[in-house]
């Protein structure tokens, strides 16, 4: 069965910093391209960033380029969301899901992870 | 506000049939095939539904079904059953290795 469990998501200060992580189970981990999406109440859902199976190809949207870096350790079929100079409209809830941007589907998502900005 | 609209709300009596539109750009829904739908319950994680605009996943019933026409894609629920009652989103690829969804529909049925 696919697993995905993200993991790391906390309250924050602006200008903060936050590492979330994706353990991923019962697939082979290093065949996948992955992404991070988000989903806040006012916006609905929003693609973020996306890693390609080997990590070689690299994409994030405009909204996080130059703060969000993910990344991908595949000897722990591990997802990772580093998050820097955090913003309160960063709020949201964050879910990590195997796919491809350039077929526009993720099959599977996890469960997501809470991570709340304020002062 | 999202990059591809849907409506927020809506309905369908059981048995029914309910359509949700997604409209977007020649940019985006219109310009490719990358259309995807995925169901949505509270606190859950998002399941695709429908991709490549029409395809069904393994294990999705065949009440649902996806369609597009110029920058509008749809999703179809036949036969509608209260277990249907959830958020819909769509999706599409929008090039420039770029993703954008739509702001959600919430499916009641009545």
């Known amino acids: 069965e696919v697993q995905l469990v993200e993991s790391g998501g906390d309250l924050v200060q602006p200008g903060g910093s936050l590492r979330l992580s994706c353990a991923a189970s019962g697939f082979t981990f290093n065949n996948y391209a992955m992404s991070w999406v988000r989903q806040t109440p006012g916006k609905g859902l929003e693609w973020l960033s996306a890693?390609?199976?080997?990590?070689?190809?690299?994409y994030y949207a405009d909204s996080v380029r130059g703060r969000f870096f993910i990344s991908r350790d595949n000897s722990k079929s591990t997802l990772y969301l580093q998050m820097n100079s955090l913003r309160v409209d960063d709020t949201a809830v964050y879910f990590c899901a195997r796919g491809y941007v350039s077929l526009g589907r993720f099959d599977y998502w996890g469960q997501g992870t809470l991570v709340t900005v304020s002062s | 506000q999202s990059a591809l609209t849907q409506p927020p709300s809506a309905s369908g009596s059981p048995g029914q049939s309910v359509t949700i539109s997604c409209t977007g750009t020649s940019s985006d829904v219109g310009g490719y095939k990358y259309v995807s739908w995925y169901q949505q319950f509270p606190g859950k994680a998002p399941k695709l539904m429908i991709y490549e605009v029409t395809k069904r996943p393994s294990g999705v019933p065949d009440r649902f079904s996806g369609s597009k026409s110029g920058n509008t894609a749809s999703l179809t629920v036949s036969g509608l059953q209260a277990e249907d009652e959830a958020d819909y989103y769509c999706s599409s690829y929008a090039g420039n290795n770029n993703l954008v969804f739509g702001g959600g529909t919430k499916l009641t049925v009545l």
């Open positions: 890693i390609s199976d080997n990590s070689a190809t690299i």
